[in-house]
């Protein structure tokens, strides 16, 4: 076992010394491998200032590093021209995952015949990393074989730990094939809500100035309400936001949202979904959820007209059970084209929108408004199945030493409880190694 750890990007000399000392006797008391990582430059920030102390003052910490403590040593690389005197003091170099598809970059780091590690790229499939690791493979020096494995090789498996994302799909299908226990779980669906921010800044605060807007932000809202014995709620909401495909196999269509650091797009936007539960689906076998949502992002790719373009309906239209003539501008970047999602959508799902809608605009009179779009689908609030794990050891009732963890696993419902479930993951595993010691 072995962990890649430290600093995200090198801020002092002091900050990096103490982590890699402290990193060094927790590893050896648990008698796991360490690679210390930490970045010279952050070249991915959304600002100019604070990307690090740059590549010369780096490396020269992270050789003290290498040379006090006798650590392999794991950096970024984001130039082709920086590999070469990169890799006189760093063990493995890491090509950051925005750019992963970059070839001269790629060639550069293989050619110094130290050992590369790629990130996956969040815009590609995990198959689409098979032409990152041939380019790597194609230019390694003759006498060299540097690969993953090698920064275990010296290590004992205790285990596995499989913290996949919600829209591992593949995965779910690949683990089902190979017998690890799968189980269906209660999920949610439905659709991208998108609203002009200055109307709910107006819902919201009533009669805000710009002023007000400046000092406290655009406004937000959390929004839910049952009907029919399921819940209707936002989620994700976005404000002053972008609405951003997020399909991850051929033919579906998948929105999802997001906003940048100032949040100042003239749009808000926000998922707007329906609870499912494991008996509202026709099948009861594992993967019936995920087949569902399957199923409903590809109807969202046919309707949408184009692999790239999002079904849409205006608000008060898909509540009214009108076509959309026309649409409102939207921020969603590729493209919308108007449908009518009253129809297409199952009827436990689009009944319980209109419904909750209503229920909404109850609350906040304006915001069932024609001003508002909805785009479909939005499929990945949370995951649709749930890889069981004893209670006790956290590992699969079905794969010793498989340690299914986070919200792909069924276990968590964003960003921090998934975080909070690997420690606890991650204690478990420390638990054995001071077990054996």
């Known amino acids: 076992m072995f962990l890649i750890a430290g600093p995200c990007a090198i801020e002092s000399r002091d900050i990096v010394m103490h982590t890699a000392e402290t990193l060094k006797q927790v590893c050896e008391r648990l008698g796991i491998n360490l690679y210390f990582k930490s970045s010279y430059d952050k070249a991915n920030r959304t600002s100019l200032s604070d990307r ?22 794991l950096t970024d690389v984001h130039e082709s021209w920086q590999c070469a005197p990169v890799a006189e003091v760093a063990d493995v170099l890491q090509i950051p995952a925005f750019l992963s598809r970059q070839t001269d970059l790629l060639v550069a780091a293989a050619k110094t015949g130290k050992i590369v590690n790629v990130k996956k790229g969040q815009f590609m499939a995990p198959w689409d990393m098979r032409g990152a690791i041939a380019k790597i493979k194609a230019n390694q020096p003759n006498n060299t074989t540097p690969s993953y494995t090698t920064l275990h090789h010296s290590t004992r498996l205790l285990g596995v730990i499989l913290a996949i994302g919600h829209s591992a799909h593949d995965t779910y299908h690949m683990l089902h094939a190979n017998g690890v226990a799968l189980a269906t779980k209660g999920f949610a669906m439905g659709v991208r809500a998108e609203h002009p921010q200055a109307l709910i800044n107006k819902l919201m605060y009533h009669d805000p100035s710009p002023e007000l807007i400046r000092l406290v932000g655009n406004a937000s809202y959390s929004l839910v309400t049952q009907v029919q014995g399921r819940g209707v709620y936002s989620f994700c ?30 749009y808000a936007n926000s998922g707007m979904v329906v609870e499912i ?21 590809y109807l969202s790719y046919q309707h949408g007209g184009e692999p790239s373009l999002a079904p849409t309906q205006r608000l008060r239209d898909f509540v009214e059970g009108k076509a959309s003539k026309s649409l409102p501008a939207c921020s969603y970047l590729p493209g ?21 809608f209503r229920d909404f605009d109850r609350k906040y009179r304006g915001f ?49 409880s998934s975080a909070l479930d690997g420690i606890n993951v991650a204690i478990k595993i420390a638990e054995q190694l001071t077990s054996k010691h």
């Open 277 to 297: 539960r494991p008996e509202d689906l026709i099948d009861q076998d594992p993967l019936a959820g995920l087949r569902f949502q399957q199923h409903l992002e």
């Open 368 to 416: 069932l408004t024609n001003e508002a779009v909805i785009l479909g689908v939005e499929s990945r609030s949370s995951s649709a199945v749930r890889l069981p794990r004893d209670p006790e050891t956290l590992q699969s009732i079905s794969t010793p030493h498989l340690y299914p963890c986070g919200e792909g696993a069924g276990y968590a419902g964003g960003i921090t």
């Open 52 to 73: 690090g102390v740059g590549m010369e003052r780096g490396l020269e910490i992270l050789q003290e590093v290498k040379s006090t403590f006798s650590l392999p040593i």
């Open 336 to 356: 919308t084209v108007s449908s009518r999602l009253d129809q297409w959508l199952p009827e436990h799902i689009g009944k319980r929108l209109q419904q909750g």
């Open 237 to 266: 909401m976005c404000p002053g936001g972008h609405i951003v495909p997020a399909g991850s196999a051929l033919n579906s269509c998948v929105v999802n949202g997001m906003s940048a650091s100032h949040r100042n797009s003239p």
